[in-house]
């Protein structure tokens, strides 16, 4: 996969298994994990099987998240993305396109979210022509939902997963 997306301070560029140690110690983080299944990654090797993995998407579907670099100082922040969700069924969906991000918590709160995800709408709606989009974060995650809000995106309806945690579906059309 060659595309690469850049914003005024960003670098949006495929996964490498050369991130995978940067990627690790984002993933490892317990703060990371708080509004995700709370299961932090514990080893770089499993960190490697999810980049593959998603590399497998990029051939597949010809989208998927993507390493989100700082340009200024060319640091590995996180991941950002669209991906199309067909190996699980989300609030009754499947086979849709999934926008999402994950970013180190030392770079939370600095608006880089937001402008990858503002970059990434963009995209999909008009370079793959989208018609929609959706989102779904944990519902205590007011940071996310204040992102997904900001940009645009539109609350649908609260969704419990099958654990009984309470989820935010979130959706935007072309």
Do not use: C
Not at 18 to 27: G, P
Not at 73 to 82: C, K, N, R, S, V
Not at 126 to 151: C, D, F, P
Request: net charge negative; no cysteine; aromatic share 14%.
């Amino acid at each position: 996969m060659n595309l690469i997306l850049e914003t005024e301070r960003l670098l949006l560029r495929p996964l490498e298994l050369s991130d995978a140690d940067e990627m690790f110690a984002m993933d490892n983080q317990a703060e990371v994990h708080k509004y995700l299944w709370q299961s932090p990654t514990q080893t770089v090797e499993e960190t490697i099987k999810i980049i593959e993995m998603v590399q497998k998407q990029y051939q597949e579907n010809g989208i998927g998240r993507f390493a989100t670099i700082l340009k200024e100082t060319t640091e590995f922040i996180g991941w950002t993305g669209i991906k199309f969700v067909n190996d699980h069924v989300e609030n009754g969906n499947t086979n849709f396109y999934d926008y999402g991000y994950r970013l180190n918590p030392k770079f939370w709160a600095k608006g880089y979210a937001t402008e990858a995800s503002i970059a990434w709408l963009d995209y999909g709606f008009n370079q793959m022509n989208i018609q929609e989009m959706n989102a779904y974060t944990h519902a205590e995650n007011a940071a996310s939902n204040r992102v997904l809000e900001k940009v645009g995106m539109t609350f649908m309806e609260n969704y419990p997963d099958e654990s009984g945690v309470t989820w935010k579906w979130w959706q935007m059309k072309k």
